[in-house]
Structure formats: C-alpha cells, structure tokens
C-alpha cells in the first residue's frame, strides 16, 4: 500500500504545489480599501458553529479539537475561496480530528447588501476555477457538487465539491474529498471549508452543517 496522498496534519498532499487547510481563528474589524462604514459589522463567535455542531452532523468521524487561536493558515483556494473584498469585519473557527479530516467556516461582514453579495459570487467563482493547488501527476479532480441547498427564506446557500481521486497508474493512492458550503445572509457570508482522505464528508452530512451555519450567522 503505497503513502496516501489525500490530507495530512492540515495540509492537502494531492497537490503538486500544496496549501494548509484552515484551523484557527484569525478576527479583524478593520474596513477594507474604498468600504462602506462599519456600523453595525460586528461579528461575535456566537455565529460560529461550535465542534459539537460539526460532530452532530457527521458522526462516523471523530471530530475532537475545536482551534480559536492563532493565524488562520489559508485554505485550499486561497483567501479569495473565503471572502470578497470590501470586509468590514470577519472571524474563521478550525476543526480537527487530528488524523485526516480538518474543516474550518469563516463569516465575513460587509458594508451593505451590495458588497455581500458580490462577495458571495465571487467566492463561488473562485471555488469554481480554482488552479492554486494543482493535483499530482498521480491524481485528477474533478467537481462532483454544484447545487442550491434547500434554504430557510433569505438565506442563499451553495455547496461546491471537489474530489481529488487516483488514477489507474497509482492505485494505493488515497483520494481526497473537499466540500464548501457559501451562504449569504444580508450582510454576511459564510464558508464552510472542508477536507479529507476519501470522499469527504457525505452530502446529508454536510448539508446539515451548512443549514445549521445558516442558522447562527446574521444578516
């Protein structure tokens, strides 16, 4: 059986060149060249889902450590796949099982509804054309999910799934699976980051995980 190639301690080995999942917790109330006024961006942890939360909803792993300390690594995509520009305010919360699944969800805090939004779309775009990370020789990816995930009213919700999988030529290769769920909620937009060896976390699973950051985010 040869090294798996699919997450290690953080960091996405299917890559030629390789990027550090988020786990930690990074928050900044500074307004971004040419924002709106920061009234009312303030964010709190409240709106954060807790490890409880990402447990709950994907039980067959053993998701232990909850990280909200420290630098906020980048993420897969980049800074780019976790906000727009223009951000008023933004806090990130990591998680772990400290083997081979590691998640994070980053809320940013725009000026006004415009800003949001085009934060949201271009986050999506991002995720959709992502080159930062290319898979090794060994690997191809492709884009298994691009849905709407059913919504309470206002909220706008879209899950985007990588899978990074082994070809023919290296066959004890171990895939790597990395869903993203971005909400937009008035003012806020939500990501879920997620990775893992194998397909990643399943689709009910993950879908309750972006209902339920839906749900504590505010608009």
Not at 46 to 58: I, M, P, Y
Not at 141 to 166: C, H
Not at 176 to 193: C, D, E, H, I, M
């Amino acid at each position: 059986m040869k090294v798996a190639r699919g997450i290690r301690r953080g960091v996405v080995a299917t890559g030629a060149a390789t990027a550090t999942l988020a786990v930690g917790l990074s928050m900044l109330a500074a307004p971004g060249a040419g924002a709106a006024p920061a009234t009312g961006t303030a964010l709190s942890r409240s709106q954060l889902l807790t490890v409880g939360q990402v447990k709950q909803a994907d039980a067959r792993r053993d998701w232990i450590r909850q990280v909200d300390r420290g630098i906020l690594p980048r993420t897969y995509c980049g800074p780019a796949s976790t906000e727009g520009k223009h951000v008023a305010a933004r806090m990130a919360r990591g998680f772990t099982d400290e083997l081979d699944a590691y998640g994070a969800q980053y809320v940013s805090r725009y000026g006004s509804t415009a800003s949001a939004r085009a934060a949201y779309n271009s986050v999506i775009a991002t995720l959709k054309t992502c080159t930062y990370s290319k898979p090794a020789p060994t690997h191809a990816r492709k884009i298994t999910e691009n849905r709407v995930v059913k919504r309470a009213s206002g909220d706008l919700t879209q899950v985007i799934r990588w899978y990074d999988y082994p070809k023919p030529n290296d066959p004890g290769s171990e895939a790597g699976g990395f869903p993203y769920a971005v909400t937009l909620k008035g003012r806020t937009v939500s990501v879920l980051a997620f990775g893992e060896m194998g397909p990643g976390v399943p689709a009910p699973n993950f879908d309750k995980l972006a209902r339920a950051a839906a749900a504590k985010i505010t608009r």
